[in-house]
């Protein structure tokens, strides 16, 4: 695990030094969003409304709206807030455990000393657990001030983030309020169903199918051939990444250079690489027939088609001129003086 986040607890006057894990992370598989037809990848870009422009992220700020009037607060702005930038778990309470509604838990996080000495982390962990009671905490992450709960889970200091009071809604529910007759037998049979199915509850007798099942079927198409080469998902401007940000500049620099060398050594130039006419002709076929191939589509593409009408022709004028007969000889000047006369009426009009 790595630290997110390092500061300390305000324990009284005992300042307990500590470092910031999440607890949780989610175990879903990472899937991205392309083109159906040929698998390229979808990008998003953060585009201004007023200038049509594509923005960098660090030329972003935040703003709010109230009222059709909208007030932009610079990140200097944001930063000057001191909440903002505390690095303290101050406690400010000790309550029972049973207090807190499992409603308002959020995201988890452990504690580790980060100190030489862990006794201040002990003495905490101690006085908790001698009390049998929960520290109520507030500290600051993320650019928010939020309320915790400081609790031992497996000998280890546990930070549970929770929602402020006004976050949680009121459940009022007209159905609920109308008076309903239950009998003593249907409560027995109730009672006697929940008997039935009663256990101690072990989290690790519970899987998430879905997710099996997804990754068995990724699985089974790869095992069949049936993938892409990720490299060709991606398109030659393609310089920004899933959410958004730029992509690491090694990356880029790479992905450029294999693509100069994949086009012939043809020179580079404002991003674009100016190959050979043959090279580049060579390229888009094969890039065509590996799509065909792809797909299961059998269509020829306009360039092909042209290529091969240029070299069924020139097979033909190549055929030696004894084995014409006068009546082809005949036809084939008509024919061609058929476009001409053409052109000319054309260009009398």
Known sequence: ??????????????????????ATEDHDISLHQVHNADGGRIRYQRRCEVCSKVVDYADIDKAFEDDGRTVVLSREELKAIPAENSHEIEVVQFVPSEQLDPIMFEKSYYLEPDSKSPKAYMLL??????????AIVQFALRDKTRLGALRIR????????????????EAGFPALETTIRISAQE?????????????????????????SQLRQLIEAKLEKGDSLDTEETFGVEAGESGNGEVIDLMEALKRSLDRKRGAGGGEEVGGASK????????????????????????????????????TAATKTAAKPAATKTAANKTTATKTAAKPAATKTARKGA
């Open 1 to 22: 695990m790595r630290a997110i986040w390092k500061g300390a607890i305000a324990f009284g006057l005992v300042n307990v030094p500590v470092k910031v894990y999440s």
């Open 125 to 134: 962990r101690r006085a908790l657990e001698d009390t049998d009671r929960v």
């Open 154 to 169: 497996d000998d280890v200091l546990m930070l549970q983030a929770l929602l402020w009071a006004d976050e949680v809604r």
């Open 187 to 211: 409560r027995e049979m109730s009672a006697a169903l929940v008997e039935s199915m009663a256990s101690d509850f072990e989290p690790e007798q519970f899987t998430d199918d879905y997710q």
């Open 275 to 310: 190959a050979p006419a043959k090279t580049a002709a060579r390229s888009g076929t094969k890039t065509a027939a590996k799509a065909a191939s792809r797909t299961g589509t059998a269509a020829k593409t306009g360039a092909a088609t042209k290529a091969a009408a240029k």
